[in-house]
């Protein structure tokens, strides 16, 4: 497994980090079985979230004996001091650890988020106090807007970020990427596979991998998606695989949807879910799980077309910060639906 500097935290990471959002629907054994087997086979790079259910217990559980062997990351969605501050103390004793090698501002989408976050009352003070104290070697942040992360990077000295990168989604390339290089901030490109969507996995990870990001997160909740993704980044990129992979994904991006979830929709169409996937599903066909979510949506697009509170303005696009015609793009969707 390759391994990699985390930009300026100088932490080594493997390339390949286990994310564990998804440990909250397995077993607890099940779960220390992966945690375990992903270890043994050379993952360095675990991540959580106090927001994942009970998945920070269940890594603290299973691998906390092993403490020494991986780089510990997770998130606070917390804004302000006080609940910030707690988050991450409860984190530590979930996590069964003295010690947080990265604790990231989590879901940093608004303007006004991120004001909170870095005033004299937020989240940021708290994580900069346990810092101080030897609790947390370094601060991070995530979210969905690649341009406002690569700002806020400018703006305060963020050790890492934590962003969404795959065939679908290549917008933090071009708008946040070369911002972190500069920075040398350390970047952790997650959803490889977008979800559950993408079936082509192999150059889908690979897709990824190809890039600068420094940590590949797919997140994983059995042996053998461990050993699936391990197997799919063996190997290096070629130059000319880099470009093969790059024409795949060509023209995947034109719903442009950053799956910032500004948008709500009162029919309960998953706007991101239906957007993001809508042209690889076209060329490729998505995995199953991922079909399901996706018919869930189409299921709904005639009634959208039709309905009264988005005929003069679509509801979803006064709220979505890119203006894009999500409405224009359903009736696409539904046409293409019609002629197959
Ligand atoms: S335009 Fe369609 S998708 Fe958008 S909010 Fe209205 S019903 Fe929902
Ligand atoms: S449609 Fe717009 S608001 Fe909704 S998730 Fe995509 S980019 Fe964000």
Same mark, same amino acid.
């Given at each position: 497994?390759?391994?990699?500097?985390?930009?300026?935290?100088?932490?080594?990471?493997?390339?390949?980090?286990?994310?564990?959002?998804?440990?909250?629907?397995?077993?607890?054994?099940?779960?220390?079985?992966?945690?375990?087997?992903?270890?043994?086979?050379?993952?360095?790079?675990?991540?959580?979230?106090?927001? %994942?259910?009970?998945?920070?217990?269940? /890594?603290?559980?299973?691998?906390? =004996?092993? *403490? !020494?062997?991986?780089? +510990?990351?997770? $998130?606070?969605?917390?804004?302000?001091?006080?609940?910030?501050?707690?988050?991450?103390?409860?984190?530590?004793?979930?996590?069964?650890?003295?010690?947080?090698?990265?604790?990231?501002?989590?879901?940093?989408? %608004?303007?006004?988020?991120?004001?909170? /976050?870095?005033?004299?009352?937020? =989240?940021? *003070? !708290?994580?900069?106090? +346990?810092?101080? $104290?030897?609790?947390?070697?370094?601060?991070?942040?995530?979210?969905?807007?690649?341009?406002?992360?690569?700002?806020?990077?400018?703006?305060?000295?963020?050790?890492?970020?934590?962003?969404?990168?795959?065939?679908?989604?290549?917008?933090?390339?071009?708008?946040?990427?070369?911002?972190?290089?500069?920075?040398?901030?350390?970047?952790?490109?997650? $959803?490889?596979?977008?979800?559950?969507?993408?079936?082509?996995?192999?150059?889908?990870?690979?897709?990824?991998?190809?890039?600068?990001?420094?940590?590949?997160?797919?997140?994983?909740?059995?042996?053998?998606?461990?050993?699936?993704?391990?197997?799919?980044?063996?190997?290096?990129?070629?130059?000319?695989?880099?470009?093969?992979?790059?024409?795949?994904?060509?023209?995947?991006?034109?719903?442009?949807?950053?799956?910032?979830?500004?948008?709500?929709?009162?029919?309960?169409?998953?706007?991101?879910?239906?957007?993001?996937?809508?042209?690889?599903?076209?060329?490729?066909?998505?995995?199953?799980?991922?079909?399901?979510?996706?018919?869930?949506?189409?299921?709904?697009?005639?009634?959208?077309?039709?309905?009264?509170?988005?005929?003069?303005?679509?509801?979803?696009?006064?709220?979505?910060?890119?203006?894009?015609?999500?409405?224009?793009?359903?009736?696409?969707?539904?046409?293409?639906?019609?002629?197959?």
């Amino acid at each position: 497994m390759k391994r990699n500097i985390l930009g300026r935290t100088g932490l080594e990471v493997s390339h390949l980090g286990f994310g564990a959002m998804r440990l909250q629907g397995v077993s607890e054994q099940e779960a220390a079985r992966v945690l375990h087997h992903a270890l043994d086979r050379g993952i360095t790079y675990i991540d959580t979230a106090a927001e %994942y259910g009970d998945s920070e217990e269940k /890594v603290g559980r299973a691998i906390a =004996a092993r *403490r !020494a062997e991986y780089v +510990l990351a997770t $998130k606070t969605k917390k804004r302000d001091y006080a609940a910030a501050k707690a988050e991450i103390e409860n984190s530590l004793r979930l996590l069964k650890t003295d010690y947080i090698d990265i604790i990231q501002i989590h879901y940093v989408n %608004y303007v006004q988020e991120y004001k909170q /976050v870095k005033g004299p009352e937020g =989240a940021l *003070r !708290a994580a900069e106090e +346990l810092k101080a $104290k030897g609790y947390i070697g370094h601060i991070g942040i995530t979210g969905h807007r690649p341009e406002l992360l690569a700002r806020w990077l400018k703006d305060y000295p963020f050790d890492t970020v934590l962003f969404h990168l795959n065939m679908a989604q290549p917008f933090a390339e071009r708008e946040l990427m070369p911002t972190a290089l500069e920075e040398q901030v350390g970047m952790i490109a997650m $959803k490889p596979l977008s979800g559950p969507f993408f079936s082509h996995v192999r150059e889908a990870i690979r897709y990824s991998a190809g890039s600068s990001a420094h940590v590949i997160l797919s997140g994983m909740k059995s042996v053998e998606e461990v050993d699936m993704n391990l197997a799919a980044m063996e190997g290096d990129i070629t130059p000319e695989e880099r470009q093969s992979l790059l024409a795949l994904a060509e023209g995947l991006d034109a719903h442009g949807c950053r799956r910032c979830n500004y948008c709500s929709c009162p029919l309960g169409i998953r706007i991101p879910d239906t957007l993001i996937p809508s042209r690889y599903r076209e060329r490729f066909g998505l995995l199953e799980a991922g079909e399901q979510l996706w018919e869930k949506s189409a299921a709904k697009f005639a009634a959208c077309l039709e309905h009264e509170r988005c005929r003069e303005k679509p509801l979803c696009e006064q709220a979505c910060p890119y203006h894009l015609p999500i409405q224009e793009e359903i009736r696409r969707l539904a046409q293409v639906q019609i002629s197959r």
